[in-house]
């Protein structure tokens, strides 16, 4: 079967059998940022936005996603021009073997924007660590860095409410 779904911004067909799940058509198709882990939702390393939602791409069908539209790692900065957390994860040192990044990245985007974070004119509610730990804390990290993750989230956080707001 045909699959159409857009993939960081770009329009994609694939052919998929019906019970391919999502994670492996990702890698299948190139998107190695999209880590394969448990294959049973325990690990999170997975993640991938669905919608803007972090979702679970080994438990979900590639078919789930015809239609939609799917952010990876890959789609959310660039080498040249870095997203804000790809960039405090960075500055921070929040990276050891770097297995668990791409999904705690792509985890914290996810409540980054439901938070109202990176959006220009838009308010962004204040975040707390303990947010911040909620958020990331589903993608198990195997080098148990968390405390840098969680400052490198909340270090991204404000200055992208400092941007949106024009202070940077
Ligand atoms: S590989 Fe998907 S949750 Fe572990
Ligand atoms: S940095 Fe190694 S698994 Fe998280």
């Given at each position: 079967m045909k699959l159409d779904v857009t993939i960081n911004g770009e329009m994609r067909t694939f052919n998929i059998a019906p019970k391919d799940t999502l994670l492996a058509v990702l890698r299948r198709e190139g998107y190695f940022g999209v880590k394969h882990g448990c294959d049973d939702g325990t690990c999170g390393v997975c993640v991938v936005?669905?919608?803007?939602?972090?979702?679970?791409?080994?438990?979900?069908?590639?078919?789930?996603?015809?239609?939609?539209?799917?952010?990876?790692?890959?789609?959310?900065?660039?080498?040249?021009?870095?997203?804000?957390?790809?960039?405090?994860?960075?500055?921070?040192?929040?990276?050891?073997?770097?297995?668990?990044?791409?999904?705690?990245?792509?985890?914290?985007?996810a409540l980054l924007d439901e938070k109202g974070y990176g959006h220009t004119g838009s308010t962004s509610l204040p975040i707390s660590e303990g947010e911040v730990?909620?958020?990331?804390?589903?993608?198990?990290?195997?080098?148990?860095?968390?405390?840098?993750?969680?400052?490198?989230?909340?270090?991204?956080?404000?200055r992208m409410r400092a941007a949106a707001k024009g202070d940077a």
């Open positions: 936005l669905l919608d803007g939602e972090a979702v679970l791409s080994c438990v979900m069908l590639a078919a789930q996603v015809a239609g939609k539209s799917l952010t990876t790692i890959e789609g959310l900065g660039t080498r040249e021009a870095l997203h804000p957390l790809q960039e405090a994860f960075v500055e921070i040192g929040a990276v050891q073997c770097g297995f668990c990044t791409p999904a705690q990245i792509l985890a914290a985007q730990c909620g958020g990331v804390g589903g993608v198990l990290c195997r080098c148990t860095g968390y405390a840098k993750p969680v400052q490198a989230v909340l270090m991204a956080a404000e």
